[in-house]
């Protein structure tokens, strides 16, 4: 350790700690704190070239090597390792001719909402402007916009990347497109991501808000949604789910509309019908950077239980299913949200996730949790997850996604054949594991 200590204190320019230096646990710890990552060497670059120089050290010392920014999507720890913190390298610059939005890799979603706002233009961001930018866009990113634009993923334009062998690659569809098409989706397997450009779309203000409901009302409500949403604008995203509050459980509706008010209206009331009235809330037109609140308080860092699925349909049974594990479990989820997808979701964006053809996922979170009961709601999610295998398409959404092992089917087999020939050829030491992995090729 010493000695990959000396070589990176001397070769980079941001600080780098050793365990039990001041600094070293607020740079290890992720987001995400299911994992409690204990590396030998805690390092935070600060340019492209101080990346090269940690990926150098890691390998030139045998040490495993875990990436991370924010740490929202943390899954494994680089225990006797090193751990590279990209959260320093932060930037946004906007061309506001061409559209685009230049970052680099430490940047979050706030920062880009904020710099793209005056110039009427909006990113495909996700619901927290707290989540980093290049790892939600590496998983795929799902927003607010996504069923009008696509995936964040395919609104990808040129990286600067970090290969496994320490080597600085530009690549877009004309350079190392095979690259540029595995970034689309494919997380962070090929390599540390330290510049990202990607497309702006001309929304500046959009019908928007959060309405709560009765708890009884979250099954008529979710049966109307499903048939509803088949009708659903593409300019419309919305979302339903069933909360547990201190007090009390409640159905929340989540709704970005593109488009003008009125017309938004009009498409909701069948749906705001069924609900009924409001016990909180409303809809409004809002500047697209403010979507960024509907789903505020914006959760602290915390331990979680995670299970996610996508389907076709949603037959009467996966509707009670969901309802009962909120209501009727208090060591179940506390959150389950039923999203809409289809529209320019379904659609090939030409990356590895190709076209979706679920129309609806189910993402159930049990937050906030200690040692009293993390035991607890893990086994109550796993007999979720168990009662909704029937009626799931088996496939999943790798920013959703919590269970390494599943990995595999946030992809077609022929994509996933195809990510796995390029991991081989562009780290086929599998340096970059301590993620959402996806293995070398044989």
């Known amino acids: 350790m010493a000695d990959a200590e000396h070589e990176l204190r001397t070769a980079v320019k941001g600080p780098v700690y050793r365990r039990g230096q001041a600094g070293y646990d607020a740079v290890r710890r992720p987001w995400r704190r299911n994992v409690d990552p204990r590396p030998l060497l805690a390092v935070e670059p600060l340019s492209t070239e101080d990346v090269v120089n940690v990926v150098r050290t890691a390998l030139g010392h045998a040490l495993p090597l875990a990436v991370q920014a924010t740490g929202h999507g943390a899954l494994n720890c680089a225990d006797g390792g090193i751990l590279m913190s990209t959260a320093r390298m932060t930037g946004v610059r906007i061309d506001p001719r061409r559209r685009v939005a230049r970052v680099r890799a430490g940047t979050r979603w706030g920062e880009v909402l904020a710099a793209a706002a005056p110039y009427g233009l909006a990113p495909l961001s996700g619901s927290s402007p707290e989540v980093g930018v290049i790892g939600y866009t590496l998983g795929g990113g799902l927003g607010w916009l996504s069923r009008l634009y696509g995936f964040a993923a395919d609104s990808l334009v040129r990286a600067t990347l970090v290969t496994a062998g320490g080597e600085v690659l530009e690549t877009d569809a004309e350079h190392e497109p095979d690259l540029w098409w595995a970034l689309r989706g494919g997380g962070g397997n090929f390599g540390v991501v330290t510049g990202l450009e990607f497309r702006l779309h001309p929304v500046a203000e959009v019908y928007a808000g959060t309405l709560i409901f009765p708890v009884e009302r979250a099954l008529p ?19 339903l789910a069933v909360l547990r509050l201190p ?42 950077a403010k979507t960024a609140t509907l789903t505020d308080p914006q959760p602290q860092a915390q331990v979680s239980e995670e299970h996610s699925d996508l389907f076709r349909a949603l037959p009467d049974e996966v509707l009670g299913i969901l309802v009962e594990s909120v209501v009727a479990a208090e060591d179940g989820p506390a959150l389950v949200e039923v999203r809409h997808w289809g529209g320019a979701l379904s659609r090939d964006g030409g990356g590895p996730l190709g076209a979706c053809d679920a129309l609806y996922s ?10 009293h009961n993390q035991t607890r709601a893990r086994a109550r999610m796993a007999d979720l997850a168990r009662r909704l295998q029937p009626y ?18 946030a992809f077609s087999a022929r994509a996933y054949r195809r990510l796995r ?4 050829r562009y780290d086929p030491g599998n340096v970059f594991h301590l993620n959402h992995n996806i293995p070398p090729g044989l």
């Open 362 to 371: 189910v993402l159930a979170v049990a937050p906030e949790l200690g040692p």
């Open 247 to 288: 007090d009390r459980a409640v159905l929340a509706l989540r709704v970005c509309h593109a488009g003008a008010a009125g017309q938004a209206a009009a498409h909701l009331a069948p749906l705001l019908a069924a609900a009924g009235p409001s016990l909180a809330g409303g809809l409004s037109p809002m500047p697209f």
């Open 221 to 239: 409500t979710l049966a109307r949604y499903r048939e509803w949403a088949l009708t659903e604008q593409d300019a419309s995203n919305t979302a």
């Open 421 to 424: 020939e390029l991991k081989r």
């Open 392 to 409: 799931a398409t088996g496939g999943t959404f790798l920013n959703y996604l919590s269970d390494p092992a599943r990995v595999p089917g």
